[in-house]
């Protein structure tokens, strides 16, 4: 395992999900909300579960389980909804929403974490990396490969 | 005469979708149409216009075909090589001032060779109901065929 250098606070979020909690920066997230009832987008892809109404605009929401194959959470409606901000490169409205099972938990990273190797990462797609955190596997989403399959070109 | 910022709101079922007016349609009476009294196919009626048989089609709210009998109306869909339509429970023209749709693309592979079946949603509080591409939703309804 690799000990990377200390550096600045890296202010993260960390997201509880189905059998895996990834991390991702504060800076990604535009806010965290109570589920609410979704409307269905038909002929979508399995791991859109819907689009709600959020500050005017039409936010779709994502199952990050269902997107990398694992089994769904049986009660969504039990977690939270996480917002984040367009992916990079995208329009200003393309704000997606991603069930979360539990309210994300604020996590200050000083890049003194151990970063995980490859055999203690899932063999999970969307995964770019993982870093341990007060001993607890943490997993990076690979923002990149989730806008090329958001956005096919 | 429409405005082309105005929107028909098409109920299916318990669901209601949004199509912008400025895509060009007709809207026919149930009694206008000939019924598909066969238990088989995917149309649900017919609209004849000299001597051609334009399908309407009875969709649900996950848009999957459907035999339901309570629908009142079929919006005929202005499209080459020829009209298809849309049998719905209800139809209505809403006021320009009531809409202000946003933009919405699903993301994901696009579901027709037209693109996404959507390209907007109207927002009031947390409820979105979903717009229809109209040029996706022809080549939806025309992939359907008689079978």
């Not at chain 1, 605009?57 to 194959?69: H, K, M």
């Not at chain 1, 994300?104 to 003194?112: T, V, W």
């Not at chain 2, 009031?124 to 591409?133: D, I, K, Q």
Request: charged share 15%.
């Amino acid at each position: 395992m690799k000990k990377p250098r200390a550096g600045p606070r890296l202010h993260s979020l960390e997201v509880p999900l189905d059998g895996m909690t990834l991390i991702v920066p504060s800076a990604v997230v535009a806010e965290v909300i109570n589920p609410l009832t979704l409307a269905p987008v038909p002929f979508s892809q399995p791991w859109l579960k819907g689009v709600m109404g959020w500050r005017t605009l039409a936010v779709p929401v994502i199952s990050f389980e269902a997107l990398v194959g694992m089994p769904e959470p049986a009660s969504p409606a039990a977690g939270k909804i996480v917002i984040f901000y367009p992916l990079n490169g995208r329009s200003d409205w393309e704000f997606y929403g991603m069930f979360a099972t539990a309210e994300p938990r604020p996590q200050a990273l000083n890049h003194s974490e151990p970063v995980a190797t490859g055999s203690e990462l899932p063999d999970l797609p969307y995964i770019a990396a993982g870093l341990k955190v007060g001993g607890k596997l943490m997993l990076i989403p690979d923002l990149e490969a989730m806008k090329k399959v958001f956005y096919p070109a | 005469m429409t405005d082309p910022n105005q929107y028909l709101r098409l109920q299916l079922g318990d669901t209601s979708f949004l199509l912008p007016s400025s895509s060009g349609f007709t809207i026919e009476q149930r009694e206008n149409l000939v019924t598909n009294k066969s238990p088989e196919g995917n149309v649900a009626a017919w609209r004849v216009v000299q001597a051609t048989r334009l399908p309407a089609y009875c969709l649900d709210a996950t848009l999957r075909v459907t035999r339901r009998h309570l629908w009142h109306r079929a919006v005929f869909l202005d499209t080459l090589p020829q009209a298809v339509g849309l049998a719905v429970d209800e139809v209505q023209l809403l006021p320009r001032a009531e809409t202000a749709i946003s933009p919405f693309t699903p993301p994901g592979l696009p579901p027709t060779r037209l693109g996404h079946l959507f390209s907007g949603a109207w927002v009031t509080g947390h409820r979105a109901m979903l717009v229809f591409e109209p040029k996706a939703l022809a080549a939806y309804l025309q992939s359907l065929g008689e079978e």
